[in-house]
């Protein structure tokens, strides 16, 4: 089941709303939740559904140990993190390893074809935030088998994220809401409905619209057309994964924000960014920030000298691309932007060095651009970013290449090109293609903080709420293009 689908919108979540404020205690909203959650996870794959069982459980007797302070905590951790990557490469990555294995030997080992089970890859790391962090406070240890449960599996992140840290939850598992029982204010219900239909809107209007051009294009042999079909695909693919991504991230945090739970941020606005490294900053920030704080900090983060520095940069993001899938593209994407982190850190120490800054007034510096060079940063970005969203789409490097190869030299005149482009642009989508620009920009953000003090405010957003709403609905049951891009994560 997913949120973008008639049968979530008009039967499960109304139920589990239903259900969740009879006016009982918060063990019974926890128990409805938790029951609701494995439903909607059991929906599509039943039988994986054991696989997360066993993942919680596991991971509760982990954190029971860790929390022994006289006990061998570092084996428990060390034992721990080997069951989860297990976990995750035994059902995502085998097949990879024994192709890669084949290809670089010349041998012929059978590939297991085992299904990827959804949302394998954030609830793992979920359960690895949970014992990491009670090896470093075991306080944080939770003894109760059924608030974990709840942790790991509540539906609203349990198949496309965002990824919770478990010190960013742990007290809203026994104590949330206006009271500390679950009960949530009407402003906060209202909000997280209005934060979810935002998030369908992204997902149905915007990224669905997106994905078929992508997709039409994708799917072509590209080296008969030119430039122009090869840019256009990369952009409408640069738009349907964000707003496909952050619309999910946003209908997490509504969802959650309905049950009384608060999510942190995932996204925001990462194609206004200036440079690779804020893009990173705004993208997909609950992953960032997860490899930031359990892996890239505990490796020596920028404590132990600039090659260090530049080491640690490219594990994490060789380990941030292959976590997206198991496919060398994934790979060379992550290593991509590793890349023109490292590039743009030393430009940026160059550029300091020979302006005599140091230490407070960098940042003074680095604000001082005019509109003129702001403009050129945030184009270098967007280049950047679609010609690497090439590898994340494309279904190897070859394809890949040959796509990128079209994109800056495949300047030739084709009739066949410009034709699909009119076909694929037409009016409806060409409205869409601007708006997610514009979108991309924090311009919304701008008209709330002029408007929200206004009481004609949140009547226009109440209902334009409804009104996307009902056209997402009507979109819903008249179109079947309505992909789920998270199978492969």
Same mark, same amino acid.
């Given at each position: 089941?997913?949120?973008?689908?008639?049968?979530?919108?008009?039967?499960?979540?109304?139920?589990?709303?239903?259900?969740?404020?009879?006016?009982?205690?918060?063990?019974?909203?926890?128990? #409805?939740?938790?029951?609701?959650?494995? +439903?909607?996870?059991?929906? @599509?794959?039943?039988?994986?559904?054991?696989?997360?069982?066993?993942?919680?459980?596991?991971?509760?007797?982990?954190?029971?140990?860790?929390?022994?302070?006289?006990?061998?905590?570092? +084996?428990?951790?060390?034992?721990?993190?080997?069951?989860?990557?297990?976990?995750?490469?035994?059902?995502?990555?085998?097949?990879?390893?024994?192709?890669?294995?084949? $290809?670089?030997?010349?041998?012929?080992?059978?590939?297991?074809?085992?299904?990827?089970?959804?949302?394998?890859?954030?609830?793992?790391?979920?359960?690895?935030?949970?014992?990491?962090?009670?090896?470093?406070?075991?306080?944080?240890?939770?003894?109760?088998?059924?608030?974990?449960?709840?942790?790991?599996?509540?539906?609203?992140?349990? #198949?496309?994220?965002?990824?919770? /840290?478990?010190?960013?939850?742990?007290?809203?598992? &026994?104590?949330?809401?206006?009271? &500390?029982?679950?009960?949530?204010?009407?402003?906060?219900?209202?909000? @997280?409905?209005?934060?979810?239909?935002?998030?369908?809107?992204?997902?149905?209007? #915007?990224?669905?619209?997106?994905? $078929?051009?992508?997709?039409?294009?994708?799917?072509?042999?590209?080296?008969? %057309?030119?430039?122009?079909?090869?840019?256009?695909?990369?952009?409408?693919?640069?738009?349907?994964?964000?707003?496909?991504?952050?619309? %999910?991230?946003?209908?997490?945090?509504?969802?959650?924000?309905?049950?009384?739970?608060?999510?942190?941020?995932?996204?925001?606005?990462?194609?206004?960014?200036?440079?690779?490294?804020?893009?990173?900053?705004?993208?997909?920030?609950?992953?960032?920030?997860?490899?930031?704080? %359990?892996?890239?900090?505990?490796?020596?983060?920028?404590?132990? @000298?600039?090659?260090?520095?530049?080491?640690?940069?490219? #594990?994490?993001?060789?380990?941030?691309?292959?976590?997206?899938?198991?496919?060398?593209?994934?790979?060379?994407?992550?290593?991509?932007?590793?890349?023109?982190?490292?590039?743009?850190?030393?430009?940026?120490?160059?550029?300091?060095?020979?302006?005599?800054?140091?230490?407070?007034? /960098?940042?003074?510096?680095?604000?001082?651009?005019?509109?003129?060079?702001?403009?050129?940063?945030?184009?270098?970005?967007?280049?950047?970013?679609?010609?690497?969203?090439?590898?994340?789409?494309?279904?190897?490097?070859?394809?890949?290449?040959?796509?990128?190869?079209?994109?800056?030299? @495949?300047?030739?005149?084709?009739?066949?090109?410009?034709?699909?482009? =009119?076909?694929?642009?037409?009016?409806?989508?060409?409205?869409?293609?601007?708006?997610?620009?514009?979108?991309?920009?924090?311009?919304?953000?701008?008209?709330?903080?002029?408007?929200?003090?206004?009481?004609?405010?949140?009547?226009?957003?109440?209902?334009?709420?409804?009104?996307?709403?009902?056209? =997402?609905?009507?979109? +819903?049951?008249?179109?079947?293009?309505?992909?789920?891009?998270?199978?492969?994560?």
């Amino acid at each position: 089941m997913v949120f973008s689908s008639i049968i979530f919108l008009t039967a499960f979540l109304p139920l589990t709303f239903i259900l969740y404020y009879f006016p009982f205690s918060i063990k019974y909203k926890n128990t #409805i939740l938790i029951i609701m959650s494995l +439903l909607f996870y059991s929906f @599509g794959e039943p039988v994986y559904i054991l696989l997360m069982l066993g993942s919680v459980l596991m991971n509760y007797l982990f954190g029971r140990l860790l929390g022994n302070v006289d006990g061998k905590r570092k +084996l428990w951790l060390i034992l721990s993190v080997i069951f989860n990557i297990g976990l995750l490469g035994v059902f995502k990555y085998t097949g990879f390893f024994v192709e890669t294995v084949n $290809q670089a030997f010349r041998l012929s080992l059978h590939v297991p074809k085992i299904e990827l089970p959804i949302g394998i890859s954030f609830y793992t790391f979920q359960a690895m935030s949970y014992v990491i962090d009670v090896y470093r406070d075991e306080k944080q240890v939770q003894k109760n088998f059924f608030k974990l449960l709840l942790y790991i599996s509540f539906f609203p992140q349990l #198949i496309a994220g965002p990824i919770v /840290r478990y010190h960013d939850i742990d007290v809203q598992l &026994g104590k949330r809401g206006v009271d &500390g029982k679950g009960k949530t204010s009407p402003r906060m219900i209202v909000d @997280g409905m209005e934060r979810f239909v935002k998030g369908l809107a992204k997902k149905v209007i #915007i990224a669905n619209a997106m994905g $078929q051009i992508a997709d039409t294009i994708y799917a072509l042999d590209i080296t008969g %057309y030119n430039a122009l079909v090869a840019w256009t695909g990369a952009i409408a693919y640069v738009f349907q994964i964000y707003y496909d991504f952050s619309g %999910y991230s946003d209908m997490a945090i509504g969802l959650a924000k309905m049950f009384g739970f608060e999510f942190l941020e995932n996204f925001d606005h990462p194609y206004s960014s200036l440079s690779i490294k804020e893009f990173w900053r705004r993208w997909h920030i609950s992953l960032s920030t997860w490899f930031k704080e %359990y892996v890239y900090i505990p490796l020596g983060g920028n404590r132990k @000298g600039k090659i260090r520095t530049n080491v640690n940069k490219i #594990i994490v993001f060789f380990l941030t691309g292959f976590w997206h899938g198991a496919n060398w593209t994934f790979i060379v994407w992550g290593l991509f932007h590793g890349a023109f982190l490292i590039i743009e850190d030393f430009v940026r120490t160059l550029t300091r060095k020979q302006k005599g800054v140091e230490g407070s007034d /960098r940042k003074a510096v680095s604000g001082n651009d005019n509109i003129v060079v702001k403009i050129i940063k945030n184009i270098y970005v967007w280049i950047v970013v679609t010609v690497g969203f090439v590898f994340f789409r494309a279904d190897n490097i070859s394809i890949a290449m040959a796509f990128i190869g079209k994109m800056f030299a @495949g300047f030739s005149k084709n009739r066949a090109s410009v034709v699909l482009v =009119c076909k694929l642009l037409n009016n409806y989508n060409i409205f869409v293609l601007v708006l997610a620009f514009i979108l991309s920009y924090p311009v919304v953000k701008i008209i709330k903080d002029k408007l929200s003090n206004k009481k004609i405010y949140k009547s226009m957003v109440a209902a334009g709420s409804l009104l996307l709403l009902g056209m =997402c609905i009507l979109n +819903l049951a008249s179109e079947a293009y309505n992909p789920f891009i998270y199978f492969r994560f």
